[in-house]
């Protein structure tokens, strides 16, 4: 008998066209509405000119929203539906009496979708092209916008049905299948996300996850694209990386459907050996997440043991309930006493820290670099870490760090104490191209001065601050709304490096001491690059050589205000509750006892000197009104019983 | 030639068939026997290589079904229900199965619709079951099939589409030398179509004989003597034996011609010699099995 075997089959494809055909229409006309439709309504509008957009926009920046989520569904819904016939019984049956083998099956059925998809794609692009060529759409796109939206959409949406299809195989339940590409999906990340957070949690040291947070966002192709089409900013191996990753996807899919045998139709997983895996992982996450919420909302050990334990119950529950497809699953806690005794054997391992993680201060013979940061330094510095793209290389500094790391491990914790605890993160480098990033939180760190002096006060140390390592300045903004508005900015290049190399050389000049210093600032510096990026720098009594500069430049008395400025001040005793305390008439008595004007400049310069603007958690506090020259308003500081000079004590005997 | 070898097959934990054997000849109808759950339609689904077997070998015509599109062109199940695309039409269907099937006898589709008098443009799924039934025999039976493999085809039906499809399944085993498997929970539904007869208890076959082996191997004697020889009744091979007055009622296995002579030889008042029904052999062959024999007897 001859066998005449043809790779394609007319009627099959009929088949793929009634069962799918609907989702390519309805991507069809909502992509329709996103992009053409909303082009040409834009171009109706009178005022064409304020819709025009700015240079870089793309063919993603139309409804973005409405065209990521038809990234993510169509394709999923393509899957669902492409591989509905083997989720269900009877049409499973059917398909595999027929006389063709699963390949062509599993072409006829990938092939459609993934044609399904080109036409969806290439329609929208040819109606893009024809409304280009033939009314002018420039203030939108470009004709040679057209491919690399037609590329991407179509490369994003075959990984994402090549996804669908491979979770299709591992699952007899189409509601699974459309649920576990989305978890599918997003797993790298969210994984990551869970086990660097739970890891905080227990062990000393280890950073606060954001530090890896945006990477981790690359893992997840649903939280990557959100960042790669909208911003358009994609590489040519990213690109290679997901189509590569679409193929071999589409391949263990076939493996799988070829081995998958046909009673798996309306099974929650379809291959056995992967239920016991599905369980525990499906446990494992719960469990996480059961830390996570409990570990941050609650704080203590006791609730988050408390945490994963109900949470990896919850799980263990869940994963049961999915494959037995039933909630009656109370009876079978074999395989949970397994998981709570393999998770509790890995908790002690991190717990007890076996690989030394918590002790670990590398050598400084392998160190190449060394960087620190702290939050109390944010202000001034605002470094992030990652930023800091010059460590600090000398032996002393990274002998000295880690002397500091060596207390920070001994008195550091792992969690924010308090609003005065700070926060210190140290990398170091290695020379085999490995990093050791920590990050401590200490209660007090006045016995930190000693080593923090020698690290702080180091030439090298003050170099990595931005300021030395920020170009393209843009402008210059001296602010100072202290006493009223006060405030400059500066364009001019030439000035605005006058000043920097004066902040420099102040800075450099600033002991430990000087910066700890939180005494009343002068004034604000604020410097903007070209690319938007922001530094401050505060202007203190010590920052002598910025002040000279300002003389120099007769800003000095269009910003700071000092006593000269200054004709009176008025102080009233309040209650620490009275809102009164910011209202102007209640120090223009000058006949009642309860007002105290003062007028001398070194009295005035101490009142500037003092106020602290603290007034909760007092019974008593102390009004000033400053009475700034030319300034018919008075401005108001506040002062604590504590901290008033010992003349206004004496004035209200 | 269907050839079983030590098939066996399991579902999740639990062995559905444990090692069957069974050979069925071609142009013969065999019936596959056995209660609710025994393994029936997994038997069947695996000979019409939907299921693969965890062990053992299934050939027909010395080649393994499963994955075989060539020899599947010739292999046709029709489940108990039988399954159609949703919103199909008949026609629809059928150019489904001409498209699927390359021995598609177009002619035989057009004289079929007289015979049976369905509508080819409505959706099959607007007909009862047992049109529903019918479409399935039609749109198979137009394939040509060599081997048609049946799970529970009567199942619900009524007595004239019953005779219909009877009519129809051996009008082509008498043609073209079909081979067709059916199985039932219920012998007499099938006994009058089958010259085969498999029973299938708790996944083993427990067993497979002709129908007229069977009907020839075993008989029913009413006989009364006025002395009884009781060396006559150690010579027989006698499965069953009761007394009703002095009335005997032996079921005897063994050569009819033997038998009647050994009888004959003693001169019994009152003698017949009867033939059996098949329900009657499977209840004094089976009795061991108890339950499920009972039930396929219903």
Known sequence: MPSKTSWFKKELSKNDFRQVGWIGLMYTVVLIFALPLNVAMQLGQDNLSSQIQEEGYHLFEFMPVIQLIMLFTAPVLLAVFSFRFMQVKQSADFMHSLPINRILIYLHKIGYGTLLLILTDLVISLILFIMASTVDVSAFYTISDIFPWFGLTLLFQLFVFSVGTFVGMITGLSVIQGLFTYIFLLLPSGISILIFYNLDLVLNGYPEPYFIEEKVMQFSPITDSVNMLYELNISFIKMFIYGFLTIVIFLISYWLYKNRSVEAASQAVAFSPLRPVFIYSFTFCMTLLGGLYFGYAQKGTGWLVFGYIIASIIGYLVAQMILAKTWRVFTNWKSYLYFIIGFTILAMLIVFDVTGYQERVPETSKVEKVYIMDNHNHYAFNQIIDEMDKGMESKEIISDVRELHQYLIEHGQETKIDENSSEFTIKYQLENGREVIRQYYIANNANLDSLLKPIYETEEYKKTNELFTLTNLKQMEISNYRYGRYDTTIYDQGKIEQAMNALKKDFLAQSYEDMQNNAKLLADVELTTTEDKYIYFPIKATTTSFIAWLKQENLYDEVIVDAEDIEAVYVREFNAENDDIYNNNLYKNLDSDEVVKITDKNKITELMNSGN????????????????????????????????????????? | ???????????????????????????????????????????????????????????????????????????????????????????????????????????????????????????????????????????????????????????????????????????????????????????????????????????????????????????????????????????????????????????????????????????????????????????????GVGYAIENILV
């Open chain 1, 613 to 653: 603007g603290e007034r909760y958690g007092k019974d008593l506090v102390y009004g000033m009104a400053f009475k700034v020259k030319n300034n018919p308003q008075l401005q108001i500081d506040i002062i604590d019983t504590d901290h008033i000079p010992q003349f206004i004590t004496d004035a209200f005997k």
């Open chain 2, 1 to 287: 030639m269907i050839k079983l070898t030590d098939v066996s097959k399991k579902y999740e934990k639990e062995m559905v068939l444990k090692k069957v054997s069974l050979e069925i000849k071609k142009g013969s109808i065999f019936g596959l026997l056995g209660s609710n759950g025994a393994g029936k339609t997994t038997l069947l689904k695996t000979m019409a290589g939907i299921y693969k077997q965890e062990s053992g070998d299934l050939t027909i015509d010395k080649q393994t079904v499963f994955e075989n599109p060539t020899l599947k062109q010739n292999v046709l199940f029709i489940p108990d229900l039988p399954f159609f695309f949703s919103q199909y039409t008949v026609k629809q269907m059928a150019e489904f199965y001409a498209d699927m099937y390359k021995d598609w006898n177009q002619e035989r589709f057009d004289n079929l619709q007289k015979v049976l008098d369905l509508e080819v443009n409505k959706k099959v799924a607007r007909f009862s079951k047992g049109m529903q039934r019918q479409v399935a025999f039609w749109l198979t039976l137009c394939t040509m099939p060599e081997v048609l493999i049946l799970d529970e085809p009567f199942d619900g039906l009524d007595a004239v589409i019953r005779q219909k499809i009877i009519n129809l399944i051996i009008q082509d085993v008498a043609d073209r030398n079909m081979t067709v498997i059916i199985s039932s929970h219920n012998l007499r539904e099938i006994e009058d179509i089958c010259d085969h007869i498999g029973i299938l208890h708790k996944g083993s076959l427990i067993l497979e004989k002709d129908i007229d082996d069977l009907k020839s191997d075993v008989h029913k004697v009413q006989i009364a003597f006025k002395d009884v020889p009781t060396s006559l009744f150690e010579s027989l091979d006698i499965v069953h034996q009761e007394k009703r007055g002095s009335v005997h009622l032996l079921i005897i296995r063994g050569n009819k011609e033997e038998i009647d002579q050994l009888i004959k030889q003693t001169n019994p008042i009152v003698y017949d010699l009867l033939p059996l029904t098949l329900e009657e052999i499977f209840v004094y062959e089976m009795g």
